[in-house]
């Protein structure tokens, strides 16, 4: 099976930075799509953005400006730089895959665990 590995949350003050990873493991041929979500206590999960592996990226309002996503397709890893955090940035981040080819099927929907990033005010 495939399994997604997060990695990089924490405590950050305000106006700092943080630089998650989400690592794919697993007999992976290609991942289409991978992204980033997050779910704050008392909060739909949402997309916080996502990247396909053409390069091409799509961010949530919010976080444009501020986040980076990023993937090394041979690593089959996705990265996400977060600057000038802010207190409305703490929750939950989880890792997405979509579209993952295997040898002779695909995987729809593959998510990680989840990392916690709290940004103090």
């Known amino acids: 099976q495939v399994q997604l590995v997060e990695s990089g949350g924490g405590v950050v003050q305000a106006g700092g930075s943080l630089r998650l990873s989400c690592a794919a493991s697993?007999?992976?041929?290609?991942?289409?799509?991978m992204g980033w979500y997050r779910q704050a206590p008392g909060k739909q999960r949402e997309l916080v953005a996502y990247?396909?592996?053409?390069?091409?990226?799509n961010y949530t309002d919010s976080v444009k400006g501020r986040f980076t996503i990023s993937r090394d397709n041979a690593k089959n890893t996705v990265y996400l730089q977060m600057n000038s955090l802010k207190a409305e940035d703490t929750a939950v981040y989880y890792c997405?895959?979509?579209?993952?080819?295997?040898?002779?099927?695909?995987?729809?929907?593959?998510w990680g665990q989840g990392t916690q990033v709290t940004v103090s005010s």
């Open positions: 997405k895959a979509d579209l993952v080819k295997l040898i002779g099927r695909w995987l729809y929907g593959v």
């Open positions: 990247i396909t592996s053409g390069g091409s990226t």
């Open positions: 697993g007999s992976i041929v290609s991942i289409n799509i």
